[in-house]
Nanobody, 121 residues
Framework: QVQLVEFGGGLVQAGGSLRLSCAAS????????MGWFRQAPGKEREFVAA????????YSADSVKGRFTISRDNAKNTVFLQMNSLKPEDTAVYYC??????????????WGQGTQVTVAS
């Protein structure tokens, strides 16, 4: 079992930055690939970024490429999402997730409760 708790959401002006954190607990959490997903009101949940269990591989959605960076600190069982140049369309609830296969989003079967990010124009 893996438990995930997200921190760091809030209200920010367009062009600003936020850093989300996801604290993970569980006996084998460092062996999981970790991802960030988001869901805007009235929309489907979508993939944002993911990082391999070792941190050696990472990839992100085209909509956030060059603006968002995912990283992890396995010593602290924490995953981060640095979000720069935020846009109003980035407004959503952001979820942290753990999965076994990096590039198969349906393999992410542990989820946090989400943290709200609101970008004001």
């Amino acid at each position: 079992q893996v438990q995930l708790v997200e921190f760091g959401g809030g209200l920010v002006q367009a062009g600003g930055s936020l850093r989300l954190s996801c604290a993970a607990s569980g006996s084998t959490v460092s062996s999981y690939n970790m991802g960030w997903f988001r869901q805007a009101p009235g929309k489907e949940r979508e993939f944002v970024a993911a990082i391999s269990w070792s941190g050696a591989s990472a990839y992100s959605a085209d909509s956030v490429k060059g603006r968002f960076t995912i990283s992890r600190d396995n010593a602290k069982n924490t995953v981060f999402l640095q979000m720069n140049s935020l846009k109003p369309e980035d407004t959503a609830v952001y979820y942290c997730a753990a999965g076994r296969v990096l590039r198969i989003t349906t393999s992410y079967n542990y989820w946090g409760q989400g943290t709200q990010v609101t970008v004001a124009s």
